[in-house]
């Protein structure tokens, strides 16, 4: 590949990086946002919102569980929206980078929670915050856990709060909808 392909390339590895860390945040917020109450639904309650509630509650359980265990839910819904995408719109390199970013959303939230699971690698990547690090993770398992939804990256957070992207959207919903 020459030069100038890898400089094109950037983009797109970027573009499906942070693509990948605002649907991480999407879906942590309907998990936080639309789960508390529905813990009895079927399925969903049991598998998604029971597990969200205990993570607030005792952040490092899901540390004690495998590595299937912590990050198959993810996979499940990384698939049917990756498949969707690369059917619509084309093999692209940005999604295929959404794709890879996102499937392990939950592998790199468990690394914010605790470095010593992190390979070194990662923990460089935590210091330029291209993957989520502890400090800033912390900021949403402060109550009432209302901010800092996105888990892969440091870097949608801050310009999502800054507009107050999740408030906003919480406008335009029912009343009731979300809890
Ligand atoms: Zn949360
Ligand atoms: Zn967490």
Same mark, same amino acid.
């Given at each position: ?21 605002? $649907?991480?945040?999407?879906?942590? *917020?309907? @998990? ?14 049991? $598998? ?7 993570? !607030?509650?005792?952040?490092? %359980?899901? $540390?004690?569980?495998? #590595?299937? @265990?912590?990050?198959?839910?993810? *996979? ?18 940005? +999604? ?7 499937? #392990?959303?939950? @592998? +790199?939230?468990?690394? %914010? ?14 210091? +330029? ?6 400090? !800033? ?7 009432? !856990? ?13 310009? $999502?709060?800054? #507009?107050? #992207?999740?408030?906003?959207? @919480? ?9």
């Amino acid at each position: 590949m020459t030069a100038l392909g890898i400089l094109l390339l950037l983009p797109q590895l970027l573009l499906g990086w942070l693509l990948a860390d605002f $649907l991480s945040g999407v879906l942590h *917020w309907i @998990e936080d946002r639309f789960g508390p109450g529905r813990e009895h639904w079927p399925v969903l309650g049991r $598998l998604i919102f029971t597990p969200n509630i205990i993570h !607030h509650a005792d952040p490092t %359980a899901f $540390l004690r569980t495998g #590595f299937v @265990e912590r990050n198959w839910t993810t *996979w499940a819904a990384v698939l049917p929206i990756a498949a969707l995408m690369l059917i619509a719109l084309g093999s692209q390199v940005w +999604i295929w980078t959404a794709a890879i970013a996102g499937a #392990f959303a939950s @592998e +790199i939230h468990a690394w %914010a929670h605790r470095k010593t699971m992190a390979p070194r690698w990662a923990l460089w990547l935590q210091s +330029i915050g291209m993957l989520q690090s502890p400090r !800033h993770h912390a900021l949403h398992h402060v109550p009432d !856990h209302r901010r800092h939804y996105c888990i892969i990256s440091d870097w949608v957070n801050p310009v $999502l709060d800054h #507009f107050e #992207f999740w408030h906003h959207l @919480e406008q335009l919903l029912p009343k009731g909808l979300i809890r």
